[in-house]
């Protein structure tokens, strides 16, 4: 590991421990789920138990008279608050309760208010609904063509311009076509030595947080305070100022420390339904999700890539088509913007002349996808690496040294047009293979044990245009409180975004009280998504610093210092106003430049603020007789620019690479007709601690963001990009067999062993 | 979790008068499944008949040359006993792979066996040992005592006291586990004893079963080379999310194969796949 700098203040760069460590290893760290109101009243959902169907009728009475239940409500009497409560970050599409129509298996029908969260569970059991059964489709390639139609008429939120052009629309379950055009891919093909095409499929998984869903609404006042676990209160407060068509002031959203997010918990999820439930009854309401029912709520897409290249026989790729559909499941959620902003990223970090995409996002007859770790980068790389690795070897050409003669190098366009700088591709690239010691004779293994390694690079766009905003008050005895909406969930952005303030005002880190987001308090940040906030959210506190301490300046110039002298605040505020009295407030506010793609060709001299480049390499290990595989060793680098906390950012890497190593080798939401077959944690497995890999590395390639704060940007999904192909590729090296479908279970590997053996047998 | 009565009752004779005139009623000895099977409400019994109260009921000892463990012997128990481990280690290694430390401090040998769950472990060292169970009534062969999907040949009102093994010249118990539930996807026990070698499998179809060719071909010779060639006719085995019945198949022949070289060589570890 290399040893970082550490700025002038001795703030930025170093490992500060997270700030809020103490109070969550000892319990005391606030959640939502622990909150409790007067009066409050708990909800309990009832579900739909088929996947596409006219609702003919919702029976409650059973429900309603169990004792302890306050109202039991259905869509309809939704519409009694909010005429049209449709609510979504992309499309307006998604339901508070099912209104007419369910479109999946465990959608919200109606909701049992009552004194205690078990007798509404009691009485949710007792709802019967009735319903004329509508024609389903579950698989994305089978939606562009399928008569089963999921929406009636498309229902763009209007937030997005790429999407406009879908108001309207019917009979489709296309929600989205995103193209990209780049050089003449057809006449590549023509003229290409060898031509290449495969497809991949990726499965449904869930984002497991540890801390379920949950949201509360309260009435307050004329307004409504919603406490939620939510990574993005300032929109839940524009949606249900929206829905509500309320002035944004009237609407309170507070977020305490959150369980884990990873994308699930963003945009806006359970909080229409308490807000409305709340205003309703008048009285606050409480909807906690049990893990289970977060199967039905949100999860990751499952995808199938077709990827298609011409190569020239010494080994350059020349022109590559990419065709993506993506399974959104039954409501759009940010499915939309999965399909455009990774979609331009679908070729992969090369340097590659010919480039067509079509990247689809479709709607389903199953659980709703959304955002989850990667932003749908982990499905692209996980096709485009296990294509590399696939034309390297048919080539006869080491997989390293494949890449190294096709990546993007700083200052080359990206498919888009956009200049490549500050990317560490080949940096990431070569610290694998060094970590690897890949030019190094390797142990194969023995009898039915076989060892093989492999690796995989990738990278990322960040999510653009987004504003991030950040106040800073300096109190008259010098000490320093930041507001923003970032949500630390995990992730610490808490410690941070205070090392930030700190090295700008020469304070030390841990002085520095970071306010959780309260939508009355902290300002408008766009959400905490896409590893966004370092960048972002770091630039809007290093203004705010800097702000504060300007205005600290000019008022020590205005008292008499010398400009450029040395001053403590404390006697600044005790010179002005006689005592320890008043305040400086430093605002902060940043939004990145930024070229909105050509609708046509998808090409933007300006795509992104910055790239995330993120690199796997493992070694495994196949026992031949049960299939069963055994990941030795896991290396991990990305370029993060430079490192603000290298301690965390280690941790960030690490955790990251497991969550998509679950992804790879376990996790899968399994269904039958519609029906989630395995929704539970006694079937589903997740990584434990007895899963992961005996050996992991974590490095921080040398690299700087030159535009970042203080050279950094995000790193939060960096080392989920190349996990999968990494060891897809690692089975191929090892027991020469290809796998093309995730996950990569025991089973799967010994059934290709076993297929590959009776062909051997034939040949 | 519906209502339920609880009963603690201090002697056998009196859980097994409850159990014989309620036939809603059910006994607990841990509770390791039963517990949880309630609150999912996967079962509703109007009794639960905790035989946690009755004394002496859990003592491990040689007897006649046998093993004996009571019925009420925690897993926690048989795995760290002195007595077990130098009868029949195979046994005491078995119960160290049980559920995780909370079920093996909670569950006995009885509660397991009497409850018969299909992807259970001490099924398939009864079955594979030529155990007897000895209840409140008379003794079952472990070969009369396993009839179908959590069924035994136990009787209303019929209580285990304890369960004798014969002590096997070798013996050893392969499992392959699932990645989530932590439960056998296949579990292999083989047992050379004096009238043979016996071969058990758990995990794989309603119930635990013995497998004649791999019994037949390793009472011949107990190697790995007595295995090759030898494929077993299975009735319907277990297809599930994890696994098919033919990957099942092929992972019963792995498992007894590597139950066979952890007899042979006793410090191979034979337990997790």
Known sequence: ?763 | MYDFQYLRPATVDEASRVLATQPDARPMSGGMSLLPATKQRLSHWSAIVDLGGVAGLDEIRMEHGALVIGARARHVSVLSSSVVRAAIPALAELAEGIGDPLVRNRGTIGGSVANADPAADYPAALLGLGATVVTNHREIAADDLFTGLFETALEAGEIITAVRFPVPKRAAYAKYRHPASRYAVVGAFVAETAEGVRVAVTGAASHVFRVPAFETALSKSLSQDALVGVTPAYGDLNADLFASSEYRAHVIGEMVRRAVQACLHPSTPSRNA
């Open chain 1, 1 to 763: 590991m290399k040893h970082h700098d550490i700025m002038p203040a001795g703030q930025v760069g170093r490992s500060v421990p997270r700030l809020e460590g103490r109070q969550k290893v000892t319990g005391r760290a606030a959640y939502t789920h622990n909150l409790v109101l007067p009066g409050m009243l708990h909800a309990k959902v009832f579900r739909s138990t088929i996947p596409h169907g006219r609702i003919l009728s919702i029976d409650t009475s059973a429900a309603a008279a169990v004792e302890g239940v306050h109202r039991v409500v259905t869509g309809e009497d939704l519409r009694a608050i909010v005429a049209e409560p449709y609510f979504g970050p992309a499309f307006h599409d998604q339901p508070a309760l099912a209104l007419d129509k369910v479109r999946h298996i465990g959608e919200p029908v109606a909701v049992v208010l009552a004194e205690d969260p078990y007798i509404a569970a009691e009485a949710a059991r007792l709802i019967v609904a009735t319903y004329e059964e509508l024609d389903a489709v579950f698989d994305e390639v089978e939606a562009m063509t399928s008569s089963a139609i999921v929406h009636d008429v498309l229902k763009p939120a209007g937030t997005f311009p790429d999407l406009k052009h879908l108001v309207g629309k019917r009979d489709t379950n296309i929600a989205l076509d995103y193209q990209l055009r780049r050089g003449d891919v057809d006449a590549a093909f023509a003229s290409a030595d060898h031509v290449y095409e495969h497809e991949f499929k990726s499965q449904q998984v869930m984002h497991t947080p540890l801390e379920p869903m949950v949201s509360l609404a309260a009435p307050d006042g004329d307004g409504l305070l919603i406490h939620t676990a939510s990574q993005s209160p300032s929109f839940v407060r524009i949606e249900i100022a929206r829905l509500l068509g309320w002035p944004e002031n009237r609407v309170r959203v507070k977020v305490p420390y959150l369980g884990g997010g990873f994308g699930a918990k963003l945009y806006i999820k359970l909080e229409a339904l308490v807000a409305i439930l709340a205003l309703m009854v008048k009285r606050p309401v409480k909807l906690s999700l049990t893990m289970e029912e977060q199967f039905f709520t949100i999860t990751k897409h499952a995808c199938t890539f077709r990827i298609k290249s011409a190569v020239s026989s010494e080994g350059r790729v020349t022109g590559r088509r990419c065709e993506v559909y993506w399974n959104g499941g039954a409501y759009a959620d940010i499915g939309p913007r999965v399909t455009q902003k990774s979609g331009f990223t679908a070729p992969g970090p090369y340097d590659i002349e010919n480039v067509s995409i079509d990247s689809y996002a479709l709607y389903t007859n199953r659980p709703p996808a959304g955002a989850l770790r990667g932003f749908g980068i982990p499905q692209l790389v996980w096709a485009y690496e296990s294509h590399s690795d696939m034309i390297a070897r048919d080539l006869g050409l080491d997989p390293v040294e494949f890449r190294r003669k096709n990546i993007l190098r700083e200052g080359r366009p990206h498919a888009t047009g956009t200049l490549m700088h500050d990317a560490e591709i080949e940096g990431v690239l070569e610290k694998i293979a060094e970590r690897m010691n890949w030019s190094a004779p390797f142990d194969r293994g023995e009898g039915h044990i076989k060892r093989g390694r492999g690796i995989a690079i990738a990278f990322k766009a960040s999510i653009s245009p987004t504003t991030s905003v950040a106040i800073v008050t300096i109190a008259a005895d010098g000490c320093a409180s930041l507001a923003i909406s970032t949500v630390d969930m995990g992730q610490a952005s808490d410690t941070a975004m205070a090392q930030i303030l700190a090295e700008v005002l020469g304070l030390a880190t841990e002085d520095i009280k970071v306010i959780h987001p309260d939508t009355d308090v902290t300002p408008y940040d766009m959400a905490t998504l896409g590893s966004r906030s370092t960048f972002h959210m770091g630039h809007a506190v290093r203004l705010a610093g800097e702000h504060a301490r300007r205005q600290l300046d000019e008022l020590a110039v205005s008292l008499g210092y010398a400009p450029g002298a040395a001053y403590a605040p404390r006697d600044l505020f005790k010179k002005k106003y006689g005592m320890q009295a008043g305040n400086i407030v430093g605002v902060g506010s940043y939004i990145p430049d930024y070229t909105s793609p050509a609708p046509k060709t998808g090409l933007s001299d300006n795509i992104t603020p910055f790239w995330m480049i993120g690199g796997t390499g493992v070694e495994i290990e196949i026992d031949t007789q049960t299939g069963a595989i055994k990941v030795l060793k896991l290396i991990n680098a990305a370029d993060l620019g430079l490192p603000l906390n290298p301690k965390i950012v280690e941790t960030q890497l690490s955790g990251a690479a497991l969550m998509q190593y679950g992804f790879t080798l376990f996790e899968n939401m399994l269904f039958d007709e519609g029906q989630l077959t395995n929704g539970s944690l006694a079937d589903y497995k997740i990584p434990g601690l007895n899963d992961i890999p005996p050996v992991i590395e974590n490095h921080i390639v040398d690299a700087r963001q030159t535009t970042g704060p203080f050279g950094a940007k995000g790193v939060g999904e960096s080392a989920t990009f190349g996990v999968s192909p990494a060891i897809a590729n690692a089975i191929h090296d090892a027991v020469g067999v290809r796998l093309t479908e995730l996950p990569l279970t025991p089973e799967s590997i010994f059934n290709a062993l076993r297929a590959a053996k009776s062909q051997a047998g034939k040949a």
